[in-house]
Structure formats: structure tokens, C-alpha cells
């Protein structure tokens, strides 16, 4: 049980690091159109979006990643819950 409980706290350090990360994103995306915005020239402004539309492209893609490793830390605490349950219920405790 005790290995099932340092499993869940790295699950939340990893997901407060996740947060972390998507509010970066958001920041690096705002930024992008910001910046977009002050271009005088609309090719240049066209660029500016487009890049930042690639990172966030790029950050949606990293953040559904993150997920998927948690997700499967998650199915894998389940698992091992469970199999401790089974585990005390042969013992007879």
C-alpha cells in the first residue's frame, strides 16, 4: 500500500508540473498573437499567427501526451490496488 501512495503523489507532482506547462503554452500562444497584432505588414502578420498556431498546435499535442502517461500511471494504480485487495483477501485480513 505504501508504494501505491508514493505512486499517487508523484501522479500529482506530475500533474501540477502539467499545469505548470499549458499555462506556459497559453502565455507562448497569447504572446504570438500579440505580436501578430503590432506587424504593419499582413504578410508578417500572417507569419506571426501561423507560428504561434504551430507551437500551440505543438503544446495541444505535448499536453494530450501528458495525459496519456498519467492515464496509465492511473490504470496502473487501479491495478495494483485491486491486486492488494485480492492479496489481503487470501491472507484473511
Known amino acids: 500500500m505504501e508504494n501505491i501512495i508514493i505512486d ?3 501522479m500529482i507532482y506530475d500533474l501540477k508540473r502539467m499545469e505548470s ?8 500562444t497569447s504572446r504570438a498573437l ?3 497584432n503590432e506587424e504593419d505588414i499582413w ?3 500572417a507569419k506571426a499567427y501561423e507560428n504561434g498556431l504551430i507551437d500551440a ?3 495541444l499535442e505535448r499536453a494530450a501526451e501528458n495525459l496519456r502517461l498519467i492515464q496509465g500511471c492511473m490504470e496502473y494504480l487501479i491495478d495494483a490496488i485491486e491486486y ?3 492479496s489481503n483477501k487470501v491472507q484473511g485480513k
Not at 506547462?21 to 507562448?28: K, L, T, W
Request: aromatic share 8%; no cysteine.
Open 84 to 86: 492488494a485487495e485480492l
Open 34 to 36: 500579440f505580436n501578430g
Open 43 to 45: 504578410e508578417k502578420t
Open 57 to 59: 498546435q505543438d503544446a
Open 21 to 28: 506547462s499549458v499555462y506556459a503554452d497559453r502565455e507562448d
Open 8 to 10: 499517487m503523489k508523484h
